[in-house]
């Protein structure tokens, strides 16, 4: 690690191969606490390469304990965290309108790093079951439309980078990586990022798979999307630019759809937009990014998508898919 910090210090750039040989050898306790932290510090204070991203995204495919989930040809809706803004839960009730609206979900997350409350801290709130077990996963899924992959059981091998993270208290380039590695490996993906060299670069990536993906970046820093302006978009066809008005709806404010101050506020304002009481502009932003997962998934348009979304949620349909979930979980 000696060597490989002195050669990041003088600006030099890892190989693909190097980038993956690094994070297999800290997954195997290579390396002390001060070398990690040093390590990821150096990609806070300049860009990540292509190559060195996919490199560790590979290292982490190969090393996590993979689930075959692909009978439900599921979707995962994940945004990158690392946007500083602290929204509530947006991306993870889109997951759950969306397996309302018959579109099976495999919703990877965590916990939040660098915000009040991750995906994880709101599902493990409401008493939704974390497991790895490729039976209870499928049934979860089978039932209910959804199942929540919980990344610490999945990547056991970042268990020595977990604690690091957590006292950094920052975005790092596992922040990065996160949506590139769910364990299940689906086939369809919606994708937020917090900036938009990270979106052209996850654009290139997923070219070269054979997912269908849409990656998002609302333009003025939000990793999903915000509704606060315009969002980039690029997918398997095109590149575009999202406007409110392409889901029939008026543009909101960013203090709209901020969360909670912990934990309990932030499943508090999960449950209210699930049972119906959200405000219009946090109803809408949900129904946008489930909108689009739709629309990535059946080829039709944004509006479209948002009115299935729309109706999924008034429904009760998505509520019902917690519900059951909940129930698994007991």
């Known amino acids: 690690m000696k060597e490989t910090l002195n050669r990041l210090i003088n600006h030099e750039i890892l190989t693909k191969e190097d980038a993956k040989k690094i994070l297999v ?35 982490l495919l190969e090393l996590c304990l993979a689930v075959d989930l692909q009978e439900f040809d599921p979707i995962d809706l994940c945004g990158t965290g690392g946007d500083g803004k602290d929204t509530f839960n ?28 991750g995906s994880s801290n709101v599902m493990e709130f409401l008493g939704i079951k974390f497991s790895n077990d490729p039976d209870f996963l499928k049934k979860a899924i089978d039932k209910t439309g959804i199942c929540v992959l ?5 990547h056991p091998a970042m268990k020595n980078v977990a604690p690091i993270r957590k006292e950094l208290g920052v975005k790092t380039f596992f922040n990065m990586l996160g949506p590139m590695v769910n364990p299940a490996f689906p086939k369809n993906q919606i994708v937020g990022v917090f900036n938009l060299e990270l979106a052209r670069m996850y654009g290139y990536l997923y070219q070269n798979t054979d997912k269908k993906f849409t990656v998002l970046h609302a333009l ?22 999202l406007h ?22 932030s499943a508090q304002i999960f449950m209210d937009i ?18 689009i997962a739709i629309a ?22 998505a509520l019902n898919a917690l519900r059951k979930l909940q129930e698994l979980s007991a």
């Open 25 to 59: 050898n800290m997954a195997n306790g290579d390396y002390n606490h001060s070398q990690i932290a040093a390590f990821l510090t150096v990609y806070m204070m300049r860009s990540i390469t292509i190559e060195e991203l996919e490199g560790f995204r590979d290292a």
């Open 90 to 117: 947006i991306s993870t009730l889109a997951s759950f309108v969306t397996a309302g609206a018959g579109i099976p979900v495999t919703k990877h997350g965590n916990y939040g790093v660098s915000s009040t409350c």
């Open 150 to 154: 919980h990344a610490p059981l999945f």
């Open 220 to 241: 003025d820093g939000y990793d999903e999307i915000s509704l606060t302006g315009s969002t980039k978009t690029i997918s398997n066809q095109s590149e575009g630019i």
């Open 244 to 265: 409110p008005e392409d889901f029939g709806v008026s543009s909101v404010m960013q203090e709209d759809i901020v969360g909670g101050d912990s934990i309990g506020a």
């Open 274 to 291: 699930l049972q119906g009481k959200g405000t219009t502009a946090q109803n809408h932003v949900v129904c946008a990014n489930a909108g």
């Open 296 to 317: 990535t998934v059946k080829d039709i348009t944004p509006m479209e998508g948002f009115e299935i979304a729309r109706e999924s949620l008034l429904s009760g349909k």
